[in-house]
């Protein structure tokens, strides 16, 4: 079994069902086959079978007791337990809960199905990314918009205090000048003293 599973050559999936304590599968194999197709599959009841799987696939890809397993192609040991999904049988768990439980990890693993969730995953990951580099994009937008106002705002009192000090020192000027005009001319010309 565990030189089957390991095989490079093997290009249907494969299941196992451990027997609960009744003596029977967790699963009814009939029910089994109905969602599986033509994968190989095998009913492990004797627990050394299960400890001999264990040496072979390591604890991560074993088959537990009170349990169903799948195995994709390409399997080894250093595979991902989640593509190879277990489906645990619970206490008091009706066997059509399980079978449900069971046809979805089996549809949802499929190897052609796990390339399209991680494409989906990895172009989520990637608009997920754009997505936070066009917050922080806007953030420094949002940032320099505002230097921009409080600098155009500090900018419009400047103006207005030098306006203010113009028309202040115009208003002065021309006093200046005015006072200057209105005056009497002081003094005498050179050429009057001389007459």
Known sequence: MGSHLLSCDRDQAAVALTSVGTGQP????????????????????????????????????????????????????????????????????????????????????????????????????????????????QRRIDQLLQDTQVERHEQAVRAELAESGLETVTAELNALRSSISSAPERGTRRDDERD
């Open 26 to 137: 967790v699963l009814a194999p009939d029910k089994v086959r109905a969602i599986v197709g033509n994968a190989r599959i095998y009913l492990v009841s004797a627990a050394d079978v299960l400890l001999d799987l264990e040496g072979v696939l390591g604890p991560n890809l074993a088959l537990p007791a009170g349990a169903a397993r799948i195995w994709w192609p390409e399997l080894t040991v250093a595979s991902n337990p989640l593509e190879h999904p277990v489906v645990l049988h619970l206490e008091d768990e009706p066997e059509a809960d399980m079978l449900v439980e069971f046809a979805r990890c089996f549809e949802l693993t499929r190897p052609v199905v796990r390339r399209e969730i991680k494409l989906i995953e990895d172009a989520r990951g990637l608009l997920e990314l754009e997505l936070e580099q066009a917050h922080e994009q």
